[in-house]
């Protein structure tokens, strides 16, 4: 059989949606490194969704590590990566969460690539452990300096521009869930370019 190359694997960005899927519970995507295994380049990601863990308060989970029960015991994680096309198990066992830093928590996650449940038995099942970091929410100076970024980048100058400034937007994976907050901010911001304008016309 066939080995995994575990040691050669590093992660990327690590993101979390505190409500995801039909079960409405948080999940973590993490990316992982381009890798090669079995003469084939992978480009993927770690996901595991239906944790039942309140990430909305990341500060709350610092320095505490939290065990889990396998697919398909009640209170499993729904763990997989994209392999050769297919979504091989990953059965999360364990997550840990470091200290909290200014921008980021850090975090551990421990569980078992199960390719003989997932019709890949040529390969080896392997104990697996990803090291990465989850941001903390984002502060509202940050919502702001983001919003007058994307603002910036498709050269938006009215609320006519709204629609693009958020396609920009909803492409980063860590404001997907402040988009409501961000669209606030991004018509507020046009709403004081637009009078700006008003005034340069008009200075009377």
Partial sequence: MLKFPAAAITTTDAYYSTESGPSGLSSISVGLA?????AET???????????????DLSALSD?????????????????????????????????????GEETIPLRIDGILEFSSSGLSRY??????????????????????????????VAARS?????KVMALLAKNQRAKDRLAELHSE?????QERDASIEIERDPD
């Fill in 34 to 38: 381009t890798f090669e295994f079995d």
């Fill in 64 to 100: 505490k590590s939290f065990e889990f029960p396998l697919n398909p015991e009640p209170g499993y994680i729904d763990g997989s990566i994209c392999l050769f096309g297919v979504h091989v198990h990953f059965l999360t066992e364990r997550l840990s969460f470091g200290s909290v």
């Fill in 159 to 163: 609320q006519h521009d709204i629609g």
């Fill in 42 to 56: 992978h480009e993927t990601l770690l996901r595991c969704d239906q944790i039942d863990l309140d990430l909305d």
């Fill in 124 to 153: 080896e099942d392997v104990a697996l452990s990803f090291h990465t970091g989850l941001h903390l929410p984002l502060t509202s100076g940050q919502l702001v300096s983001m919003a007058a970024d994307a603002i910036d980048r």
């Fill in 186 to 190: 991004v018509r507020r911001a046009l």
